[in-house]
């Protein structure tokens, strides 16, 4: 371990870096739900706030449909490709 800790460098494997990239990938745009209809800029750039709508809108949504199936159907929790 302290050999591991004072290295100087690291040599990672190519597989471990496409991994890693595909790991990324699925998290950030195969899992994500997209929610945009029923958000808006906030104050602050980093921040964001709920629109007004209807709940009916808001179950109709493609996003809540999966989280749904997900949660009474044991879905995945994926959008449909």
């Given at each position: 371990?302290?050999?591991f800790l004072a290295a100087e460098k690291m040599e990672v494997p190519a597989e471990?870096?496409?991994?890693a990239?595909?790991?990324?990938y699925y998290q950030l745009f195969r899992t994500s739900l997209p929610f945009g209809d029923f958000l808006e800029p906030?104050?602050?750039t980093?921040?964001?706030?709920?629109?007004?709508?209807?709940?009916?809108?808001?179950?109709?949504?493609?996003?809540?449909?999966?989280?749904?199936e997900g949660?009474?159907?044991e879905g995945d929790?994926?959008?449909?490709e």
């Open positions: 371990m302290k050999e471990f870096t496409r991994n990239r595909r790991f990324l906030s104050v602050r980093t921040q964001t706030r709920l629109k007004s709508f209807q709940l009916e809108d808001l179950l109709k949504a493609e996003c809540v449909q999966v989280i749904m949660v009474l159907e929790f994926l959008l449909k």
